[in-house]
């Protein structure tokens, strides 16, 4: 989801679409888990603003690879700028204080990363999931074991097709 209906989330003047509400609520952290979690690292500065350069398939360029909206992009063919030009752009950005104010460029990298791993992690096994994801250790995929005699009751269960115990 772009950093523009984020960012109007954490104003209050949320603009999220149906389809987006729907997206919201299939994620294992709410968005405003994930925010909260994001706003502890406090990061002085921003790892997307200063590291990376963001290519359009059409050649324009963005400010940061969580911007959707055009006038958020800071060129529209990153052939005619130089690169020195482009990240000056990316510093003057008015967004990118905005953003940080708030903490997402944090939430953007997932930090701080032993936090986002832990809660979501949590939660995960909270519901009940069989399978397991976690982001930074590997590996991601982890299938929660059941207990032998809970295996067997379930076991038994589908062979004489009743509950299990
Ligand atoms: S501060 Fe926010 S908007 Fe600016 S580059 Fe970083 S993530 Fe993107």
């Known amino acids: ?69 055009p006038v958020n992009f800071i060129s529209s063919d990153f052939l005619s700028v130089d690169r020195e030009d482009l990240q000056n752009r990316k510093k003057g950005s008015s967004l990118c204080p905005q953003c940080m104010s708030h903490g997402l460029h944090d939430y953007a990298m997932y930090k701080p990363n032993d936090q986002w791993e832990e809660a979501s992690t949590r939660k995960q096994v909270e519901s009940g999931q069989q399978y397991v994801t976690t982001m930074f250790a590997k590996p991601h995929i982890h299938q929660k074991r059941e207990s032998k005699i809970k295996m067997l009751r379930n076991n038994i269960a589908k062979i004489i097709n009743t509950k299990p115990l």
């Open 1 to 69: 989801m772009g950093m523009e209906k984020i960012l109007a989330h954490v104003s209050g003047r949320p603009k999220f679409s149906p389809m987006d509400l729907a997206t919201l609520n299939r994620t294992v952290l709410s968005l405003d888990e994930a925010l909260a979690i994001a706003q502890q690292a406090k990061s002085p500065t921003c790892y997307l603003q200063s590291n990376q350069t963001v290519i359009n398939h059409d050649g324009s360029v963005a400010l940061c690879c969580t911007v959707y909206d």
